[in-house]
């Protein structure tokens, strides 16, 4: 399978513990982004990377979210000390610099936090 | 505020009926994209519209994009059940992050 791949793909947690989340991007893809989804809107940028560099984040992205991919390949999003406005799907997609913004997007991990 | 507006919002229509639905924005995109999602998944990329004035074809749906790279509509004729998705908009300037709107959500009753 070579599309975008994410885990898990639902996750219930508690208020104020730690999540972590992954997604394998296409294995040519430079770029990888993160995106967050709620019921009734778009998709909204988070963060990106080019290979293993995280190039932009998003005012969305508060110090409780961090996201990193250490070797250029996948990426993980963490949500520290997480409260219910958290809860949405987490959205991973890639692209490759030839193929410009064309996002290739993963199914998604779809967090609720009780 | 919402960088790319998307109506009608919802729109539900009978199989076989022609429907249109639009993407609006004060802001000029080097390009723009259509993307549908289904309940669950993640959004699948349609097409991608560069040039201003641009008509791209997809079976039976077409994308425009307008004149002046602020806006787009999606036609589709004869819908199908299968058509039934949320419609995204997203637009493009050139910083590597996309702009999505809202959505249409469609619904095509057999």
């Known amino acids: 399978d070579t599309g975008v791949s994410q885990n898990p793909r639902h996750k219930i947690t508690k208020r104020g513990q730690n999540v972590t989340f992954r997604c394998d991007p296409i294995s040519e893809h430079n770029r990888l982004y993160w995106y967050r989804q709620t019921l009734g809107q778009g998709p909204e940028f988070l963060t990106y990377f080019q290979n293993e560099a995280q190039l932009e984040k998003s005012r969305l992205l508060s110090d409780r979210f961090s996201a990193e991919r250490p070797k250029g390949s996948f990426s993980t999003l963490e949500i520290q000390r997480t409260e219910q406005g958290d809860s949405a799907m987490y959205l991973c997609a890639s692209s490759s610099t030839q193929g410009g913004e064309k996002l290739f997007f993963g199914s998604g991990t779809q967090l609720s936090v009780l | 505020t919402q960088l790319l507006e998307q109506s009608p919002q919802f729109l539900s229509i009978q199989e076989g009926e022609n429907l249109t639905v639009y993407c609006n924005s004060s802001?000029?995109?080097?390009?723009l994209q259509w993307y549908r999602q289904e309940p669950g998944e993640g959004p699948v990329l349609l097409v991608t519209v560069v040039t201003g004035g641009e008509v791209k074809k997809l079976k039976r749906l077409t994308f425009q994009f307008g004149d002046a790279r602020k806006d787009s509509s999606l036609h589709i004729t004869a819908a199908q059940p299968g058509d039934t998705g949320l419609y995204l908009c997203a637009g493009a300037k050139g910083n590597n992050r996309l702009a999505f709107g809202k959505g249409n959500q469609v619904v095509v009753i057999p």
């Open positions: 802001s000029v995109f080097s390009s």
